[in-house]
Structures are given as structure tokens and as C-alpha cells.
């Protein structure tokens, strides 16, 4: 080696020290530790090997990563956002050993190294589970102002369907196939396959600007994976706001209907769930908020009760009170509850189909039908007005015989198909209640739905109908806003 040694030059000496510290001092480590950005730094914080920079210099993949990278206009986004041009000069500088004062070796390698690791979980993560998290892009924290003009502030949860998120494990499998170069593979194994997001991605190209960023906004909602999808038989619902429609699938038959959902103030939550069971003249337990802002007003009001047919029961023992010796602070105070009797003119309809969530939102019938003629149909508290709840019910129970579906037609007042039902009409007539006002004939009262059928609520303002064409949808709720504001540092 003596032969070689006036060739040492101090600005090619590598110093594994000053390269594991100025990884350190390129990412903070946070509280997410699944973000990529924090994914990156941790990674060098706890002194991991070299992934891209070895003895023999740079290994292949990190051209095979470059080369992928500048595909990122493909989808949308902007090759800036994962510095390309800095890790080409890093490389550039590496590979011509143009190094100097401020750029030192070490420097180099480090900057190097940790920006090839930070653009690619970036991608492989984005990719696979959204570059915006839902949750944070929907759900806020919001502050108005009460009756009195005090300001309350609450958390407002609009997006309730659980999603999956990077994991540890998933990112362990991001760095193994740099190990054993597989990251060309493994950047195209990630990118979504659904036949909407490849119709949206060939749309890219030649789309204004205002419907540029609704594609963009529509393929990041594609990316978004629920964490455990509901089990089906090939039966599944899916009803989109922003469509003002619902849309149930079967095996062998689809049908769709017009719906509709929450106003802007009380937005019908998108989330995930079953149905269970539905209910046919159903009584509405009118939730706290309806009445404290629709109700209380007319407190100890005979008539107003009466013409709604609304009546006040104690919540623990279930036992009507008269309405005229209930107060507006007694109505407040939650210990009683404001019901509405089934039957015809329920604002619930003739019938509602229940499935869990965290809103006590449901599918239901409606009493005032006319709104389903309008193009802007946000008129509820948050449930789901439909507008064939009968041929919905159908749909739920399948293969079901003749008379039970007469039945459910009797108990809703819906002409009988049967020789058995037209009888059952012509010899039983409804009976009435002690102000007159005629019952529904309750031959069914509950139906329970096996199996259960997944139902979606969605919001796409880009999405297929019920023809399967491509349509495209108003942001009546503003989540396009929403999302764009978190995925537009990527453009």
C-alpha cells in the first residue's frame, strides 16, 4: 500500500461516525412512528445499516428508485416532493467525487443515503395506504358559538370507517426488498388496482384544472383500505352522498335509488357496517339534539304534540306524562324522552333498517316523499331517507315467499299482491286509537335480515352509476376541500 499512499486525499476519507451523525441530524422522531417521515428517522436514529451505500458504492436499486420516482407525474404528483434533483446532485457529486467544503464526503453519503430512504417509504406507504390519512383530513375539531354566545369547542367525527395504516411489519418488508432487490417490484405492487382508480388515472391527462384536482382527490380516496372488511354473500350496499344515491348489489341483480341524506349542519357520517334487521311502522325516539333545537320551545304546547303526534315518556321507567305538566328544563334535563307513534305521517316513514354505528343513524322511509324530485337532496338529521324502501326490504330478504312479502305490504299500507293478502285487507279493518286516528295493520313489526348485508356510505364525487358509467358529483359537504388541502404538498 506504500506505493499508493500519496494518493490519500482527506476529502475522500470515509468517516462512519460523521455519517451516522449527520443522519441523526436530518429527521426528528415523533409521535407517529408510522409516518414515513418518522419511519426514516428512526431508522437512522437507532443506528440501521446502510440500506443504498455500501464498500462497492451505490447499489443499482437506487437508479431503479429514481427511475420509478419520475413516474410520479403519472399519478399526478410532483417529482419535487421527493427531492428528486437533490438525490440525483448527491449522486452525481458521489460518482464524479466532486466534493468540497460544504458538501463533504460524508455529508454526501448521509444526505444521500437518508432522502432515498425517505422517497421511497414515502411512496410504498403512500401508494398502499393514502398518502392522506382520512381521519385527520375529515375529522375536526370545530368551535361554535351556543345560544348564550359561548364558544364550545368538540371534536367532529365525519369519518368513521376504520382504515389500515402502515404498520411496522409493513415497513420491515419495505426495507427487506432493498436488501434483496426487489424495489422496482415492490413500487409496483403497491399502487391500487380497482377499476375506478385506473378509469380516474386515465383521466389525468387531459382534465382542467378544477376537475384535475377532483381525479386527484377520487384516487387517494382509492387508496384508502378498510382494516376488516365486512363479511358478504355477494350482497353488499353502497349508498354515495355526493350522489345522492344508494346502490345494492347482489349476485345476480343490482338495483339503485334516490336518497336522501344530512344537511350541511347535520352530515350524514360515512362509515361502515351491516344490516341487521328492519322495522315496519317503527316509533321515533327523537334524538336530544332534535329537540333541544326543534322541540323545546313548544314545551307544555297540547296541540303542537298532538298535531305531530309526539308524546313524553320518563326514560326510566318508560311511563307516559301528561304534556301538559312538562317543562322546558325538564325536557333538557334528559330524563324524559320525546317519541313519535308509528304509522302513517312517522318521520321515519313506514319502515327503517338498523345497522351499528357510533351516530344512531339508520336507512328509513319518509313521510314527505316529494324531496326525492329535487337534484339537492341534503334534507335529514344525518340518517338515510330512501326513496323504494318496500323494494329495498325485497332486496334484504331475498328469496322470500308470497304472503310475508304481503305482510310487510299490509303493514305499510301498500296494496296486497296475494289472493291471501286482498283477503286478509277486504275482512280486517285497521283499528283505532282513543283520539280516532286509524292503526296500521301490524301483521309484521320486525324483520331480521340473515345474513347481513354490508352497507358503505361513501363519498365519492367522481364514481360510477348505476350503469356503471363514470359520473361526476357536487362536494355538497366540502371533503374534497378537506382532502385536497392535505394531498396538495404532493402536486
Known amino acids: ?14 468517516t462512519p461516525s460523521e455519517i451516522q451523525s ?103 406507504a403512500g401508494q398502499q395506504y393514502g398518502f392522506v390519512n382520512p381521519k385527520s383530513a375529515m375529522n375536526i375539531v370545530e368551535s361554535k358559538p351556543d345560544s348564550l354566545g359561548n364558544v364550545k369547542t368538540r371534536y367532529v367525527n365525519q369519518y368513521d370507517v376504520p382504515v389500515l395504516r402502515p404498520s411496522c411489519a409493513f415497513y420491515e418488508k419495505a426495507f427487506r426488498k432493498i436488501s434483496n432487490d426487489s424495489v422496482g417490484p415492490m413500487m409496483r405492487e403497491v399502487e391500487p388496482q380497482s377499476p375506478l382508480y385506473r378509469s380516474l388515472l386515465s383521466q389525468l391527462s387531459d382534465s382542467s384544472t378544477d376537475k384535475r384536482m377532483k381525479v386527484l382527490v377520487n384516487m387517494e380516496r382509492c387508496r384508502w383500505k378498510e382494516k376488516s372488511p365486512m363479511p358478504t354473500t355477494g350482497k353488499y350496499v353502497v349508498v354515495n352522498i355526493p350522489a345522492f344515491m344508494l346502490y345494492a348489489y347482489g349476485p345476480d341483480s343490482t338495483m339503485s335509488m334516490r336518497i336522501g341524506c ?71 334535563s334528559g330524563k324524559y324522552r320525546v317519541s313519535q307513534d308509528g304509522g302513517r305521517g312517522n318521520s321515519l316513514g313506514r319502515i327503517v ?54 305482510k310487510i305490504r299490509i303493514s305499510m299500507d301498500i296494496a296486497p299482491q296475494t289472493e291471501q293478502g286482498k283477503e286478509y285487507v277486504r275482512t280486517h279493518e285497521p283499528k283505532e286509537n282513543e283520539n280516532g286516528r286509524k292503526l296500521p295493520r301490524r301483521l309484521i313489526s320486525y324483520m331480521p335480515v340473515k345474513p347481513h348485508v354490508p352497507i358503505y356510505i361513501i363519498y365519492y364525487t367522481i364514481y360510477p352509476d348505476e350503469n356503471g358509467y363514470i359520473q361526476t358529483y357536487p362536494d355538497v359537504y366540502g371533503y374534497d376541500k378537506s382532502v385536497w388541502n392535505h394531498l396538495k404538498k404532493y402536486i
Open 262 to 332: 344530512g344537511t350541511n349542519s347535520t352530515r350524514t357520517p360515512l362509515l361502515t357496517s351491516a344490516i341487521e334487521y328492519f322495522q315496519v311502522n317503527p316509533e321515533w325516539n327523537i334524538p336530544q339534539s332534535i329537540v333541544n333545537n326543534d322541540v323545546l320551545r313548544h314545551a307544555g304546547d297540547s296541540a303542537y304534540f298532538a298535531r305531530h303526534r309526539y308524546y313524553i315518556a320518563e326514560r326510566a321507567t318508560g311511563k307516559k306524562v301528561a304534556i301538559g305538566s312538562v317543562s322546558r328544563a325538564m325536557l333538557e
Open 353 to 406: 333498517f338498523r345497522f351499528k354505528n357510533n351516530f344512531s343513524v339508520y336507512l328509513h322511509d319518509t313521510s314527505t316523499p316529494g324531496f326525492f324530485q329535487n337534484s339537492w337532496r341534503g334534507v335529514s338529521h344525518g340518517c338515510v331517507r330512501v326513496q323504494r324502501p318496500f323494494d329495498f326490504a325485497h332486496f334484504l330478504l331475498g328469496d322470500i315467499d308470497d304472503w310475508t312479502l304481503d
Open 1 to 14: 500500500m506504500e506505493a499508493f499512499s500519496d494518493l490519500k486525499t482527506p476529502a475522500f476519507k470515509i
Open 22 to 124: 449527520a443522519l441523526k441530524k436530518m429527521g426528528k422522531v415523533g409521535k407517529d412512528t408510522l409516518s414515513p417521515s418518522v419511519r426514516t428517522a428512526l431508522y437512522y436514529h437507532g443506528d440501521g445499516p446502510m440500506l443504498w451505500i455500501s464498500r462497492q458504492g451505490v447499489s443499482p436499486m437506487a437508479d431503479t428508485l429514481i427511475q420509478q420516482l419520475y413516474q410520479v407525474e403519472r399519478i399526478g404528483f410532483s417529482v419535487a416532493r421527493f427531492k428528486i434533483d437533490e438525490i440525483e446532485d448527491d449522486l452525481r457529486r458521489f460518482k464524479a467525487l466532486d466534493f468540497d467544503k460544504e458538501h463533504s464526503i460524508n455529508e454526501v453519503i448521509a444526505h444521500l443515503e437518508y432522502r432515498l430512504t425517505h422517497a421511497y417509504l414515502t411512496y410504498v
